[in-house]
């Protein structure tokens, strides 16, 4: 729903630094989350964007730009234990939330 | 103490059966929510549910049945299982229904033989 995408997999060494795209529709759009889930796991909160710019939290910023429907995650000093997916979730109107399909991130030593 | 709790963590059942997965959240939320992951990883909302009101039902089939005796709970029952069934059912909550932060449970495995 809404027209959540994002890239179905990327790799990247540790230590480098990785971007993860998302679009998304703009219709009825209130704000812009980011969660990470490991394999077998519930996925958990890293960051919400309302506003225009870049948020940072630590090793991991996200960007939001609301008149382009993008938006990005950014993650510095990659770990190993970063290898996860990431899912880029839009919040609507009524409290919907739709998810992206997540970015499966590998990251090799 | 987990936050959100579900129950069972995984359910192998045959085709045509009929099966309920609890949720429980121990945070005081308003809001809670049932999330369906298909083997794509793909999760997509099925419920949500404020103060025991239900605000969505996103085109699940009525073989689907949620309750939320409390607001801290919120259950599915699930009526004449079929394969396609199969996949992972997670619950989750928020503070309120405007605020975007979700608490997810750790995931229900259901495999519909």
């Known amino acids: 729903g809404q027209n959540i995408d994002q890239p179905t997999e990327m790799t990247a060494t540790e230590g480098a630094i990785v971007q993860i795209n998302c679009t998304y529709q703009t219709s009825g759009f209130n704000g812009l989350f980011w969660y990470q889930q490991h394999a077998g796991e519930a996925p958990t909160f890293l960051s919400y964007n309302v506003l225009d710019g870049l948020e940072e939290k630590g090793r991991f910023s996200s960007f939001l730009s609301r008149s382009k429907g993008y938006s990005y995650l950014l993650l510095k000093e990659l770990q190993m234990k970063d290898s996860a997916s990431y899912l880029c979730a839009g919040g609507y109107n009524f409290n919907k939330f739709y998810f992206g399909s997540g970015t499966k991130l590998n990251v090799k030593p | 103490d987990t936050a959100v709790s579900q129950t069972p963590k995984y359910l192998v059942t045959q085709m045509g059966n009929d099966k309920s997965i609890k949720c429980e959240q121990n945070l005081g939320h308003d809001t809670m929510y049932w999330y369906k992951q298909d083997s794509k990883k793909f999760l997509k909302i099925m419920f949500s549910y404020n103060n025991k009101e239900l605000i969505i039902n996103e085109t699940v089939p009525n073989r689907f049945s949620p309750k939320s005796p409390d607001k801290a709970h919120l259950n599915l029952h699930i009526n004449s299982l079929e394969l396609g069934d199969s996949a992972v059912y997670f619950c989750?909550?928020?503070?309120?229904?405007?605020?975007?932060?979700?608490?997810f449970g750790e995931g229900s495995r259901l495999t519909v033989l």
């Open positions: 989750a909550s928020s503070p309120s229904l405007n605020t975007g932060e979700l608490f």
